[in-house]
Structure formats: structure tokens, C-alpha cells
């Protein structure tokens, strides 16, 4: 299977290429996060709607097995939905989301209000990160190029991501797919630790759009804030080529290396 998922009424089986670098049995959070998303988007609304919010708790490790899918609209309207989806490994939840849907509406806007430009070299411009810093199968299928830093090197980061894998086998990606499989990277691409001495997993995601985003390319232009007591938040500004769009922000679980 070259996709990360094949779907199959609402059982879901897991590619190995599915695996993140922190257990090879563990999904990389980018997985059911593009998971979620692809759900959300199935489920029908009464009137044309876009993704305006998702937020994604990560209730436990997601391992690399089958998963039960369960989706559930939580309020219907004229201009919002919101849906509630689930992922279950056996009996326990592994991951519980929301999806916030706003009605798509074309609007003659006044013209000073425009995106914010990106005043960063875009994807084509910026320097090939090598997707093998990483032990991650799934990082091995994404491209970065940084536009500004390195990943996983300490201080604020600019890296452009682009999932370059089918992620639910049958099924395009879909830009707000592509949005949150770049914004899980948060912590990596604006790491504050040391990597070889610290860990700095999200308990969270929380991703939100002002529009849909246009092309492959996804730029997190992003910077972390440690606390001093196991607590810290990774968020980014996020941009495609045509100016920025959306913010992402993680929850961090901060521990020292034994």
C-alpha cells in the first residue's frame, strides 16, 4: 500500500509508512491529522462550506494497526458545521477532533484588504532540506525546502513542506489535508531544545484558515515558547506562494532525555 491509509467503510487500515521518529509502532501526528481532515471533508453539508477550524487531541500514542473511524456532525446550520471525529484503537480513543465548517460565499472585499505577502524565498528558492534527518517513514515522504533555519535546529524557523505521498489511498490531498500535515511539523521546524537532549512531543494541534490554501507548498513560518515547569507551545504562521492564510499552534509536552 503507497498510501498512508486505505479506508474501508469505517474501518481504516495503516501503512508502516505511517510511522513517526519517536517509536516505530507510533504514528507521526501528521498522519491522523490528514486522517481527520479527509473525514471531516466526507461529510456532507447543506450548503457549499470550507474548512475554517481544526482541532486535534492527541488522547494517546496512534499506533501503526487498524482503527476504527467515527465521525458525527455535534451542530447543522445555514452558515457553520461542526463535526465531531474519532479515532479508536480497539476500545480506547486515540485521537478525539473538532472541524469547524463556515459557508463559502464569494464577497466583494474593499481592496486594502488582501492577503499578507510572504517576504521570504519561496519553495523554489529556498535550500533542500533532506527528508533523512529523520527515521520517520513518514517524513521520508514529504519534501522541505527552508526558507529560513534548519530543521530540529534551535531558534525560530521558516521551512516550506509538501506531502508528496497519497495519504488515503483512492482519495485526492486536499489543501486543508496539505495544511495540517505541514502544521504538525510546528515543533521541528522552530525547535527551542536540544533534540539529542530534550523531548518535545504535541499533545495537540490546533489549526485555523482564513482561506483555503492554493498549490503543493506549505510554509511554516514558526517559533516555540518553552515553559519552565514540562509545558510549551510551537506555532506558526502558515503560507502557501500566494501569502499567508492560517495559524497553527501546538500544545508541548516537554521532558529531559534519560
Known amino acids: 500500500m503507497d498510501a498512508i491509509f486505505r479506508v474501508d467503510g469505517n474501518r481504516v487500515f495503516t501503512s508502516p509508512n505511517a510511522a513517526g521518529p519517536w517509536d516505530p509502532g507510533m504514528q507521526h501526528g501528521s498522519a491522523p491529522a490528514s486522517l481527520v481532515v479527509w473525514a471531516a471533508e466526507a461529510i456532507a453539508t447543506p450548503v457549499p462550506m470550507h474548512i475554517a477550524r481544526v482541532t486535534i487531541d492527541l488522547m494517546r500514542p496512534v499506533p501503526v494497526a487498524p482503527l476504527t473511524l467515527e465521525t458525527e456532525v455535534l451542530r447543522e446550520g445555514r452558515k457553520i458545521q461542526l463535526c465531531a471525529v474519532r479515532l479508536r484503537a480497539g476500545d480506547a480513543v486515540v485521537v478525539g477532533a473538532t ?26 528558492q529556498s535550500r533542500v532540506e533532506p527528508a533523512n534527518f529523520s527515521s520517520s517513514p513518514f517524513v521520508s515522504g514529504m519534501s522541505l525546502r527552508a526558507a529560513r533555519g534548519s530543521f530540529g535546529v534551535p531558534g525560530p524557523g521558516a521551512i516550506w513542506y509538501r506531502a508528496d505521498r497519497p495519504l488515503v489511498e483512492g482519495s485526492p490531498v486536499s489543501q486543508a489535508m496539505r495544511a495540517v500535515v505541514a502544521a504538525d511539523f510546528c515543533n521541528g521546524t522552530s525547535a527551542a531544545l536540544d533534540f539529542h537532549e530534550w523531548t518535545f512531543i504535541n499533545a495537540d494541534l490546533t489549526v485555523s484558515f482564513a482561506r483555503q490554501p492554493v498549490g503543493e507548498w506549505i510554509l511554516l513560518d514558526a517559533e516555540s515558547w518553552i515553559g519552565p515547569d514540562g509545558a510549551g507551545l510551537a506555532m506558526a504562521r502558515l503560507a502557501d506562494e500566494r501569502g499567508y492564510f492560517g495559524r497553527a499552534v501546538q500544545s508541548l509536552v516537554i521532558e529531559k532525555r534519560g
Open 99 to 124: 472541524v469547524l465548517k463556515i459557508k463559502a460565499q464569494a464577497l466583494a472585499l474593499p481592496p486594502d484588504v488582501a492577503d499578507l505577502p510572504v517576504e521570504l524565498p519561496g519553495p523554489d
